[in-house]
């Protein structure tokens, strides 16, 4: 099982980015998947998931509206489009697959770091 977060780096406040996460090693489209970040001497912060089907889209407040997830099963990609970035949105992003029932637990990527500048 791979999960591998790209798409990371320094941006400016009001600035995009696009993470996406490729998923290799297991049935993609079994699992609803998540985004998470952790910023410096904070707990990690759930802020985005989908569900297997991508008919269940949910966010935390702290990102909604400005961030947008999607999944690509023919790629087995997920993908975090981020707008309207603050400095305090600056952490490491991990992709995360879900535990499914009958199918696998948890598993996570390694992260990529976010910096946006004010």
């Known amino acids: 099982v791979q999960l591998v977060e790209s798409g990371g780096g320094l941006v400016q406040s009001g600035g995009s980015l696009r993470l996406s996460c490729a998923a290799s090693?297991?049935?993609?489209?079994?699992?609803?998947m998540r985004w998470y970040r952790q910023a410096p001497g904070k707990e990690r912060e759930w802020i985005a998931r989908?569900?297997?089907?991508?008919?269940?889209?949910d966010y935390a407040d702290s990102v909604k509206g400005r961030f947008t997830i999607s999944r690509d099963d023919a790629r087995a990609t997920v993908v975090l489009l981020m707008h309207g970035l603050k400095p305090e949105d600056t952490a490491v992003y991990y992709c995360?697959?879900?535990?499914?029932?009958?199918?696998?637990?948890?598993?996570w990527g390694q992260g990529t770091q976010v910096t946006v500048s004010s």
């Open positions: 995360n697959r879900q535990a499914s029932a009958g199918y696998g637990g948890d598993y």
């Open positions: 090693g297991f049935t993609f489209s079994n699992y609803a």
């Open positions: 989908i569900s297997r089907d991508g008919d269940l889209i």
